[in-house]
């Protein structure tokens, strides 16, 4: 009989403490498309003090309702207490949610809205107005009412509820932010870095600071990354930026932080060690002769060695004159274009229609020079010895200007890093990089001239240096072909008819100037004024030429690259290899000739749905100059993968082979 009556007991103080937490939520508010109620954190209150009372809202599938900026469009939820005082809605981190056109930012399935209270009786009253929508929007709204007893507070039943909304809720940042005045938000933190951070997202506290709908590109760099937001009517670059971080990691994770950004730019990135980056551009510069542009230079330099017995360490020292002068004059250029606020990289000039035609123009030149038409001193190695008078130093110092000239349109290895850095850094560091980058340049010629032993491995001057200088013409025609496309790519037909005439009369002058080298003085001067007439006609012809409006059209499979189409790709899950080119760029021809356009390579892309994005900069297109930054570059060829589903990118080497491509598809 005991035993019966300690049950009977159990089970009436059971239902005494559980009536009370299920009486705490209210009649539910129902319709097609949402279940509204009014639930308490508490089973008890006690007057005076704060507690907590939420809105929940059960929604249908496909049904939401909005954050308190709810974006493009949409109304946030509304909750108000009754003969109590309350606080702000806290508000759980939302989802962007497209919705045709527009983004907004919205709760999926269930929210909990919660505010605190402070009432003196338990008597809670609350009136709330909520917008649902799907493919059509209804308001709602409804009254709600339910009773607290006075007591000691425990929790009640839908205490979990609170707790779940607790979790929901944007922390406090641990990292610092600066808001630039065109919009790019950079945090920092020593946890931020390519290894860690996979994707992030920005969502404004206050509607139309940034524009919800545009791509945020993402960057990230040891200690931090950067997000390109795109500023609206809204946005004040003088004042902060609030709103909710989002940051997902490898694993999948996503971190929500409350941040408050400040107005400034983005602090410096972290420069790798001064040795490092001389290292790099001097590895650079030594790699850069065995590329299709300078090889011809130095194999020129090379046999004219044979012809300068004992005089190799003066052309040596007289070339590499040449090589840093214009490497140096190369930096201040870049230097003075970008505070001018142009986006200057590693073979910029060649960005310019009429410097490519002059380029076209002296290299075949050169040509003419090589084949015999007519002489200056003897030949490239010794152009402007008339003018030295002291075994052609002078050609060779002419000679070192002409192979950085032709350089530009290489990148070798090691390269990419060193200009990005040497641009990054003070002026008088970007001046050393590209000094030490030419010291690379000329090292083998140097080596060559300074060791007697290579010098004696040479075979001895004889009517085969004439016949090896004749075939070395055809490359410098070769390149001059070449670059005629290349103006064909920046100015049209009409650039192409431009440079063609000035060929004409390049041709012209060669031959008027070379056929009266020999004569008596008035038909010598006759000729030179020949020549020199052609050559000026050909400057009047450069001066036409412009620059043509950038087309779309792309290869077959590849995509323009765009910003947008890029984070729309991102967002949808697919794998993307983005190719950053340019018409003038020879290590980025060779390299989509042997790694990118194979049919390995192609049926890899096709069996992994990859989306392949191709960039052109050849008249340096702002985005895409934006997007070799982020990556850490300031020139081309670039190479970057983006796995599916939200993988960290991975930027390939800038000597690319089919394999290499390959392993980076199969490891996705």
Aim: proline share 8%; charged share 15%.
């Amino acid at each position: 009989m005991k035993r019966l009556l300690m049950v009977v007991l159990v089970l009436l103080a059971a239902t005494v403490a559980s009536g009370p937490a299920h009486a705490l939520e209210s009649a539910p508010v129902s319709s097609k498309r949402a279940v509204a109620t009014l639930v308490t954190e508490t089973n008890a209150m006690e007057p005076g003090k704060p507690f907590r009372v939420g809105l929940r809202l059960r929604m249908a599938d496909g049904w939401h309702t909005y954050w308190k900026n709810p974006g493009d469009a949409g109304v946030p939820p509304d909750l108000t207490i009754e003969g109590a005082s309350q606080s702000p809605i806290d508000w759980p981190t939302p989802r962007r949610v497209a919705e045709g056109p527009v983004m907004t930012y919205a709760y999926l399935n269930e929210v909990l809205l919660p505010v605190t209270v402070t009432a003196q009786t338990g008597t809670i009253k609350a009136h709330a107005q909520w917008l649902v929508c799907k493919d059509i929007c209804v308001p709602e709204e409804s009254d709600f009412s339910l009773t607290l007893p006075v007591g000691i507070p425990s929790p009640s039943a839908q205490a979990g509820l609170f707790a779940a909304h607790d979790r929901a809720v944007p922390r406090t940042s641990p990292w610092s932010a600066r808001i630039a005045p065109d919009g790019t938000l950079f945090v920092q933190g020593p946890e931020l870095t390519p290894a860690t951070v996979t994707d992030a997202w920005f969502i404004p506290d206050q509607p139309e600071w940034i524009q919800d709908d545009a791509a945020q590109p993402l960057s990230v760099r040891m200690g931090g990354f950067t997000l390109a937001l795109k500023p609206a009517k809204g946005f004040d670059a003088t004042k902060d930026l609030t709103g909710v971080l989002s940051v997902r990691d490898r694993t999948g994770m996503q971190t929500d932080v409350v941040v408050d950004a400040v107005p400034g730019p983005p602090p410096p990135e972290a420069m790798p060690p001064l040795a490092q980056i001389l290292v790099f551009a001097f590895l650079g510069g030594l790699i850069l002769n065995l590329m299709p542009c300078v090889f011809p230079i130095l194999a020129m330099k090379a046999v004219s060695l044979a012809g300068h017995a004992g005089r190799g360490r003066a052309h040596a020292v007289a070339y590499t004159a040449g090589v840093l002068v214009t490497f140096v004059a190369l930096a201040a250029g870049l230097l003075v274009a970008r505070a001018a606020g142009t986006a200057a990289g590693w073979g910029f000039q060649f960005s310019s229609p009429v410097f490519v035609a002059a380029m076209t123009w002296l290299l075949f030149a050169v040509g003419l020079n090589l084949s015999g038409v007519f002489q200056i001193g003897a030949g490239l190695t010794g152009a402007g010895s008339g003018l030295a008078g002291r075994h052609g130093t002078a050609g060779s110092f002419f000679t070192g200007l002409l192979a950085v000239l032709v350089a530009t349109p290489c990148t070798a290895p090691f390269m990419g890093v060193a200009v990005a850095a040497g641009l990054a850094a003070p002026p008088v560091v970007t001046l050393l990089v590209f000094a030490v980058m030419g010291l690379g340049l000329s090292a083998p010629y140097i080596a060559f001239a300074s060791m007697p032993v290579l010098v004696r491995l040479m075979p001895r001057p004889g009517r085969w240096m004439e016949v090896l200088k004749q075939a070395l013409a055809f490359p410098m025609y070769g390149a001059a072909a070449w670059l005629v496309w290349v103006v064909s790519q920046e100015a049209g037909s009409a650039g192409v008819l431009g440079t063609a005439a000035g060929l004409v009369l390049i041709g012209f002058a060669g031959w008027v100037f070379g056929a009266t080298q020999a004569a008596s003085v008035q038909p010598r001067r006759f000729g030179q004024a020949m020549a020199l007439v052609a050559v000026l006609a050909a400057g009047a012809v450069l001066s036409g030429i412009r620059t043509v409006p950038v087309g779309t059209a792309t290869e077959a499979l590849a995509e323009a690259y765009s910003p947008e189409r890029l984070a729309a790709l991102r967002a949808a899950g697919k794998p993307v290899f983005v190719n950053m080119t340019a018409a003038w760029c020879v290590t980025c021809l060779v390299n989509e000739r042997v790694a990118i356009s194979t049919d390995a390579v192609r049926s890899a892309f096709a069996e992994r749905n990859v989306a392949y994005l191709k960039g052109d900069w050849t008249r340096q297109d702002p985005a895409i100059t934006a997007f070799l930054r982020q990556n850490g570059r300031d020139g081309v060829p670039l190479y970057v993968f983006f796995p599916g589903h939200g993988g960290g990118a991975e930027v390939l080497p800038q000597i690319l082979t089919e394999g290499e491509v390959l392993r980076v598809l199969r490891a996705s």
